[in-house]
Every structure is written in structure tokens, then in C-alpha cells.
């Protein structure tokens, strides 16, 4: 069965770096979009940033472009994303996802959480 | 960006009875329309896709209609296990998808 497995998250001070790992498994990962959507507490859902399967298509969101980079590993079955100089506002579950293929988020990861405070 | 207004923000239906639960987009998102239901401390769960097309093993009492900019999820003869936060989310704009703000389902 389709699994997904974050981990890397944990508590940050503010301008800190912190680096999120996703391995999945249950299909083959490199033929998938892959994508990291957030959801801070008691709020809604973000999409954060996408990869395509080959890595060559990459999609963020305006609130964390040139902070945050994405990349994946199709050899490790593994899906990162690379935080830097991060907020208080970036305080969320980040969940890996399955998506956005076609155009809806199938498979999710049951998240970790990254706590921006000092 | 297309901005997924959800409302209303809280429904309280008793069980046995039908939820309606609605979605409005800023603008036409087509057919391309997603529901999900996320229970506490868990990650959402697709429900449908396409509008009305509902996922792999999703309960035929989850309904899902509409087109453009406005969107129904039904959910009929409610049960306990239905009590949680339910987005809606389009994907007609790409790159970016965007959800709706939840809507929240109560079993009185």
C-alpha cells in the first residue's frame, strides 16, 4: 500500500534552517508529482511547493520563495525540502503529498510539525 | 490566485440527517474541484475529485455536485464518524491550487 513517512521537523529559532525528509513507498515514486502542503494551528491548508516526477518542473509559494527549495531523490524513493531563514509564520504541519498530477492530493504523510520560536 | 470561500464556517446536523456543505470560487474553476475531510490530529483524506467523482473506498452517502464557481458536498444520512473539518480545493489555476478555509461539521 501507498506510504509516506515525513520526518525533519522539530522546534527553530527564528532565521534558523531546518531541512524536512519524505520516503515513500507503495509506487513508483519517480513517476509521481510530488508536493509539501502545511497547515498552521487551528488554521487551514497551504501548498507550499511541488516537484514533478523528473525534478525539472518546481512550483512556491510566494510567502516562501527564495527561502525554501524542494528537491527529491527518485534513486531513495525520498522527497526534501530545504527550509532557510525561516519565521514564526512558518510554524505549520508539514505534510508530504501525492499531487498535484492531476490536480488533487491523493496520498498524504501524516505530517510534521516545525515550530519557529525563539 | 482564486480565492475558495467555504461557508457556512460551522454545521450542526444531528445524525441520521443530511450536511450541505458549500464552496464558491472567485473565479470558474471548470469541473476542477476536490472535497477533503480531515479528523483531529489527522491528515485530510480525499473524498472526491473531479466534482463528483468520489475517491477509492469513500461511502456513496458522500455526494459531490457543481461547476464554475459554485460547488455542493452532500454528505447524507449523517453519522457520528462524519464530524470534521471538510476543504474544498481547485485545481483549475495552475501552478497554484489553492483550498478553502474548511468548513466544520458537527453530530449534535
Known amino acids: 500500500q501507498v506510504q509516506l513517512m515525513e520526518s525533519g521537523g522539530g522546534l527553530v529559532k527564528p532565521g534558523g534552517s531546518l531541512r524536512l525528509s519524505c520516503v515513500v513507498s507503495?509506487?513508483?515514486?519517480?513517476?509521481?508529482?510530488m508536493s509539501w502542503i502545511r497547515q498552521a494551528p487551528g488554521k487551514g491548508l497551504e501548498w507550499v511547493s511541488y516537484i514533478s516526477g523528473s525534478g525539472n518542473t518546481i512550483y512556491y509559494a510566494d510567502s516562501v520563495k527564495g527561502r525554501f527549495t524542494i528537491s527529491r531523490d527518485n534513486a531513495k524513493n525520498s522527497l526534501y525540502l530545504q527550509m532557510n531563514s525561516l519565521r514564526a509564520e512558518d510554524t505549520a504541519v508539514y505534510y508530504c503529498a501525492r499531487a498535484p498530477g492531476s490536480g488533487w492530493v491523493d496520498y498524504w504523510g501524516q505530517g510534521t510539525l516545525v515550530t519557529v520560536s525563539s | 490566485e482564486i480565492v475558495m470561500t467555504q461557508f457556512p464556517a460551522t454545521l450542526s446536523v444531528s445524525p441520521g440527517e443530511r450536511a450541505t456543505l458549500s464552496c464558491r470560487a472567485s473565479?470558474?474553476?471548470?469541473?476542477?474541484l476536490a472535497w477533503y475531510q480531515q479528523k483531529p490530529g489527522q491528515a485530510p483524506r480525499l473524498l472526491i475529485y473531479?466534482?463528483?467523482t468520489r475517491a477509492t473506498g469513500i461511502p456513496a452517502r458522500f455526494s459531490g455536485s457543481g461547476s464554475g464557481t459554485e460547488f455542493t458536498l452532500t454528505i447524507s444520512s449523517l453519522q457520528s464518524e462524519d464530524s470534521a473539518v471538510y476543504y474544498c480545493?481547485?485545481?483549475?489555476?495552475?501552478?497554484?491550487?489553492?483550498f478553502g478555509q474548511g468548513t466544520k461539521l458537527e453530530i449534535k
Open positions: 473531479g466534482t463528483s
Open positions: 480545493q481547485q485545481y483549475n489555476n495552475w501552478p497554484l491550487y489553492t
Open positions: 473565479q470558474s474553476v471548470s469541473s476542477n
Open positions: 507503495g509506487f513508483t515514486f519517480s513517476d509521481y508529482y
